[in-house]
């Protein structure tokens, strides 16, 4: 297998787009990605490309109408969907495209635009029709039932875990304001997490990232190709891995979630990271509910099971802290869906380049993750120097 | 109000999803107010609903077992009042649980019902994580999920 790197990055703003249609919204990204890599549509090889399901936007196989603008004029161009996950699916694609030896160049593009539909109306119909589709409430209905498991699972103090719940929340949307391109841009107190209405119980409207229209595209690129143009800012994939689970939400351990722990364990091993809380300087994790986050730094290794809050009351998962997640602002303040893995990508990457909004100094090693389904894929990226 | 031009448009497609034999036996048992599983030959777990193969072993299963409907939660959420799409089964308030039936090793999904909805936080604490729940049936039933109308705790 060759080295991979990405080599650039493109992300609309994000937010309610009424200004562009889908098309231009994807251009918009695919255009800044280019700039960004200093390099022309031509360069590129192949494109990958991916959204939720399709009556999302209203136009099934969307790649087809969004061809022009994604470069894919006279290109191999494929559509990957995995539901929440799509994003990391997308920069997997195009790192199984240039590693094989196949193609040097390879974009990977994610796209939403959720403003336009009833967005839990789509998400609703994952689910199959015969025994679950009906206790399926959108994303908040099926991501809950996972919370209160974990909140009931361990002899965690409730207290402590919801404060630690609200703090994510808080750290998220402080560090959204230093993003350009993040949807939520306010400065929320732990208070108005605590007293926000109740969405599905446990997790309240500030315990939850919004919808969001816009577009991600990152670049991909084969060892010889970066020597060749002479491109000096890279952030070289080291390792990733992902791993699927049952579909009934009923059949799996949603706490000690074995896909997200095998899809890490994977990942750390290709990486060669041995203790990742101390060798990951960046993680930008999939965090749509805020203790989803929490719930993973336990599923990462990050600490034992039942001990994720202690590392948000104590400070460790902060940018001054052992390991920085999600600098971005996360999933918690921006969520165009199939773009939504693809970001945690671009900004990990952002990071290893030294140039992301919030840069963590000397980041040497970053984490990238996405998670999709009813409860079912998990999917991560280690990118590094 | 935003002055957004947008097109209006709308797609409604209708489905026949083809039910198997063993999707068709549960739901017909459905009807007896009784609620089956199939038996994985390798792990022996139970699985319920019913299934042709056991998804871990990916063997065909060979049993098939009744399991009570009766159980216990093992997760809970209540849909509020803001959280609301099209094509929602009902109202919001609501509940959802993951219910283990006994004599099943995996959990089923279904509604939680016959507590008061108004106060959420009251209605949370009777429907958390352990609590013992049994199924209400409907009164006709048609060979459909919804035959259970909802689980409601015991306690």
Redesign the interface.
């Known amino acids: 297998m060759r080295r991979v790197a990405v080599i650039g990055v493109g992300q609309t703003k994000h937010g309610k787009r ?1 200004d562009v249609n889908y098309p231009e919204l994807v251009y918009e990204a695919v255009k800044k990605a280019l700039e960004h890599a200093d390099i022309t549509i031509g360069d590129v090889d192949a494109i990958v490309t991916g959204s939720m399901p399709a ?1 999302m936007e ?1 136009t099934n196989d969307p790649q087809l109408w969004l061809t022009d603008a994604l470069g894919g004029y006279l290109k191999p161009l494929m559509r990957v969907a995995t539901c929440g996950s799509t994003g990391i699916s997308l920069a997997h694609s195009a790192y199984y495209h240039v590693a094989s030896g196949l193609f040097d160049v390879v974009m990977a593009v994610g796209m939403e635009k959720m403003y ?1 539909n ?4 789509t998400m ?2 994952v689910a199959e ?4 589709r ?2 399926t ?2 994303a ?2 099926i991501f ?3 919370c ?2 974990y909140i ?1 699972r361990y002899d965690i103090p409730k207290e402590k875990l919801r404060e630690a719940a609200a703090e994510v929340s808080v750290r998220n949307h402080l560090d959204a304001l230093k993003n350009p391109y993040a949807h939520i841009r306010v400065k929320i107190t732990v208070e108005d997490v605590l007293n926000s ?7 309240r ?1 500030l315990d939850l990232c919004p919808i969001s229209d816009g577009a991600c595209a990152v670049i991909f690129a084969s060892e010889d190709f970066v020597k060749k143009a002479k491109i000096d800012k890279v952030a070289w994939v080291k390792g990733l891995s992902y791993a699927g689970d ?6 799996k351990d ?1 706490v000690n979630w074995v896909s997200a722990i095998k899809a890490a364990r994977e990942t750390y091993k290709m990486a060669g990271i041995e203790n990742p809380i101390r060798e990951i300087d960046v993680a930008e994790i999939y965090n749509p509910f805020t203790y989803q986050e929490i719930l993973y730094y336990e599923l990462f290794g990050f600490c034992k099971p039942g001990e994720g809050y202690k590392l948000v009351l104590e400070g460790v998962v902060t940018k001054d802290g052992e390991i920085a997640c999600d600098p971005s602002g996360g999933v918690l303040c921006t969520n165009p869906i199939g773009a939504t893995g693809l970001i945690r990508v671009a900004e990990a990457a952002l990071q290893i380049m030294g140039e992301a909004s919030n840069q963590v100094d000397g980041c040497e090693t970053a984490l990238a993750h996405a998670m999709g389904g009813v409860n079912q894929f998990n999917g991560l990226m280690i990118l590094g120097r | 109000m ?1 002055d ?1 031009r ?1 097109l209006t ?1 709308y ?1 409604s497609l209708t ?1 026949q ?1 083809v ?1 198997s034999p063993t ?1 068709a036996r549960f739901f017909d048992e459905l009807k007896n107010k009784r609620i089956m599983g199939t038996k994985c030959p390798k792990c022996g777990r139970v ?3 019913a299934r042709k193969f056991c ?2 072993c990916f063997v065909d299963t060979t049993e098939w077992v009744e399991v009570s409907d009766e159980g216990v939660i ?16 009902m109202e919001p308030p609501y509940g ?5 039936l006994d004599g099943a090793d ?6 939680i019902g016959g507590i008061d909805f108004s106060d ?1 936080e009251k209605a ?1 604490e009777k429907m ?3 609590t013992r729940v049994k199924a209400v049936w409907n009164e006709k039933r048609e060979g459909k ?2 035959d259970i109308k909802y689980f409601k705790p015991l306690e």
Request: zero cysteines.
């Open positions: 009424n009556p209203g336009e009833d967005p839990q109306g609703t119909t029709p015969f025994y679950q009906i206790f409430a959108g908040p209905g809950a039932q996972q209160n498991a009931h209405p109740i969405v599905s119980y446990p997790v409207l049952e579909h009934n939400l009923g059949d949603l | 935003e957004v947008v448009g797609i489905y999803w039910l999707d699985l319920v609903p998804p871990r093992v997760t809970s959420t209540l849909i509020g009042e803001k959280l609301r799409f099209e094509g929602q089964p959802l649980a993951i219910i283990k995996v959990g089923f999904s279904h509604f959420p949370i958390k994580p352990g999920i919804t």
